[in-house]
């Protein structure tokens, strides 16, 4: 299938030739957009590329000065990637253009190829999307300016590159479920009616390195062990609030040497809930608990906010939209809440937004195995021009 197959042709430009990885304006974007582009271009509509990166594909409708619809996704990949995170739904997009056979709708298409959402480069995501919504402020664009530059883009152009909310009739993304749940249902799609909040920190555990064999057992201030306990509450906590996850992904022990008592521990803390105020609770009580255990232990915790992140809702007229296309093709509706975070929680800020869930073979995402049934993407396109079809119908 196409659409398929052009996403594993993009999956070989890659930063390293043994994985994928694709970071924001790394050299191999340069060979991506030289086959978006012709792609696009192919398909009828006019190429550029805006000064934060994003390939942008505008397909222009029946009369000048009408409203457009943005599909898109992003480019960028995280380490030894998948093929299909983020790409899947930029061949959707000129898929769909490509189906209408130069047919002019009421309103413009744009396709947009977000240069970055994963947030790997610089541990800051959805800095195309941001663009798109005029939220690249000084601190990121000291931070990523050099990037810009170096792929020959020019920075102080960025303003140019956000959307005016009152010319867009909305955005519609296609992704990967990145879980188990459609499969689980015998489902191909999934219908995204709003996608999580989410709370990310660095939290330090500080006790006191010391000799491993020499320091008794009651005398030591160990900040792994520390540590260790107020993991397991983070577990805790998440597995009693009905819907909330909480992850400690990443730890780093320092000296980090066999023979010595860990004298600092810093971890990551992702914790996300559809309901704000519900994921705030409970981030409130598990850094109490961090507190808790550190008065307990004679250790010393502080924190630093990443992310926080509130959730979203979709669109309720382009959800009913949507969900009337899925059933237009057949298929029954599945509802349901995104647990990723996704470029729509960003554009959904501006502009009315909705996604579409392709079932994930396994539930496996950002993992070489990542994958997509032949049949589910024939269906979402499916959908998609049923969506673009009942929109034009709604604005005549």
């Known amino acids: 299938m196409k659409i398929i197959e052009r996403c594993r042709r993009l999956a070989g430009m890659s930063e390293d030739p043994s994985v994928l990885i694709r970071t924001f304006l790394s050299p191999p974007v340069h060979d991506v957009h030289r086959c978006l582009s012709a792609w696009m271009t192919r398909a009828g ?4 590329t805006d000064a934060a990166g994003n390939l942008r594909g505008r397909y222009p409708g029946l009369e000048s000065n009408v409203p457009r619809l943005l599909i898109g996704s992003h480019i960028d990949t995280v380490p030894d990637a998948g093929a299909f995170d983020g790409p899947l739904g930029v061949m959707l997009g000129i898929a769909l253009v490509e189906a209408l056979a130069g047919r002019r709708l009421r309103f413009d298409i744009e396709v947009v190829a977000f240069s970055e959402e994963e947030g790997v480069r610089f541990g800051v995501p959805f800095i195309g999307s941001r663009a798109l919504i005029g939220e690249i402020d000084s601190d990121l664009l000291a931070t990523v300016e050099p990037a810009i530059r170096n792929f020959g883009l020019d920075p102080e152009k960025l303003p140019e590159a956000a959307i005016n909310a009152t010319e867009i009739l909305g955005y519609l993304e296609f992704h990967i479920e990145q879980g188990p749940v459609l499969e689980s249902l015998s489902l191909p799609l999934g219908v995204v009616t709003a996608i999580v909040g989410q709370s990310r920190l660095e939290v330090v555990f500080r006790g006191k390195a010391n000799h491993a064999g020499t320091t008794p057992m009651h005398l030591r201030r160990d900040a792994l062990a520390a540590a260790a306990l107020w993991i397991t509450l983070v577990e805790r906590e998440a ?20 023979n010595v008592i860990a004298g600092e521990v810093r971890m990551s803390l992702d914790v996300r809930h559809e309901e704000n105020e519900i994921r705030q609770g409970a981030l409130s009580r598990i850094l109490t608990g961090a507190q808790e255990i550190g008065e ?12 926080d992140q509130a959730s979203v809702a979709c669109d309720g007229g382009l959800v009913a939209t949507l969900a009337r296309a899925v059933e237009s093709v057949g298929l029954p509706v599945h509802r349901m809440v995104s647990g990723a975070g996704h470029d729509a929680m960003v554009l959904a800020k501006r502009v009315p937004a909705v996604m579409l869930f392709l079932r994930s073979p396994g539930g496996i995402s950002h993992h070489p195995d990542e994958t997509v049934l032949p049949g589910d993407v024939e269906a979402a396109l499916q959908v998609g021009l ?9 604005d005549a």
């Open 45 to 48: 509509m006019s190429v550029s």
């Open 239 to 258: 597995r009693a609030t009905p819907h909330l996850v909480a992850t400690v992904g990443s730890i780093t022990t320092l000296p980090g040497a066999g």
């Open 296 to 307: 307990q232990r004679d250790i010393h915790i502080e924190w630093t906010q990443r992310l």
């Open 386 to 394: 049923r969506f673009l079809n009942q929109l034009e119908a709604r």
